[in-house]
């Protein structure tokens, strides 16, 4: 139910892990710069997205897709 991205990884596509109910967890690398549109949609608030770098760094780093989330929390750093 926790998932953490390889530090190998730059880009997270479109769609990729929409609708991913199971995923309670995930782990974004500080080495992802792109995150496709939908790739987290239709996740629910009792699930996480966790980011290794810091809010200000996601915003002048990463590229993000229209509605790349939906209802999940996100933390940062």
Request: aromatic content about 10%; glycine content about 10%; some cysteine.
């Amino acid at each position: 139910s926790s998932v953490k991205l390889p530090a190998t990884l730059t880009k997270i596509g479109k769609d990729a892990f929409n609708g991913c109910t199971a995923i309670k967890e995930i782990t974004i690398p500080a080495s992802v710069t792109e995150i496709g549109s939908k790739a987290f949609y239709n996740w629910t608030a009792d699930q996480t997205i966790k980011f290794e770098l810091t809010e200000e760094e996601v915003v002048a780093k990463v590229t993000l897709g229209g509605g790349w989330n939906s209802y999940a929390t996100v933390i940062y750093g």
